[in-house]
């Protein structure tokens, strides 16, 4: 069982930069840690995931509408991983929601067995 709490959301102002957290706790860390947000009356969508593909060598992803922006990382000691969002707009606005799995496409929502309860970002002046 993996418990996950995300942290760090609030207000910005756009083009700021926002880093959010995400600590795992429990008997292990996903092997794919996973970035989803979801705005008011829309469905949820993929961030950015982060996949141990072996020994300490990772692979990141991200959804287009985030690449050159948005950098995930992880500290797997800490059990956390983190997302940093840079040049934020406000169609960034969401609830942000942090993902473990084991195995699966990282991209995929249902690949994710355990979800955090979600931090909220705002984008606006």
């Known amino acids: 069982q993996v418990q996950l709490v995300e942290s760090g959301g609030g207000l910005v102002q756009p083009g700021g930069s926002l880093r959010i957290s995400c600590a795992a706790s429990?008997?292990?860390?996903?092997?794919?840690m996973g970035w989803f947000r979801q705005a008011p009356g829309k469905e949820r969508e993929f961030v950015a995931a982060?996949?141990?593909?072996?020994?300490?060598?990772?692979?990141?992803y991200y959804a287009d509408s985030v690449k050159g922006r948005f950098t995930i990382s992880r500290d797997n000691a800490k059990m956390t991983v983190f997302l940093q969002m840079n040049s934020l707009k406000p169609e960034d606005t969401a609830d942000y929601y942090c993902?473990?799995?084991?195995?699966?496409?990282?991209?995929?929502?249902?690949?994710?067995?355990?979800w955090g309860q979600g931090t909220q970002v705002t984008v606006s002046s």
């Open positions: 993902a473990a799995a084991n195995n699966g496409l990282a991209t995929n929502g249902g690949t994710y067995e355990y």
């Open positions: 429990g008997r292990t860390f996903g092997t794919t």
């Open positions: 982060i996949s141990r593909i072996g020994g300490s060598t990772y692979n990141a």
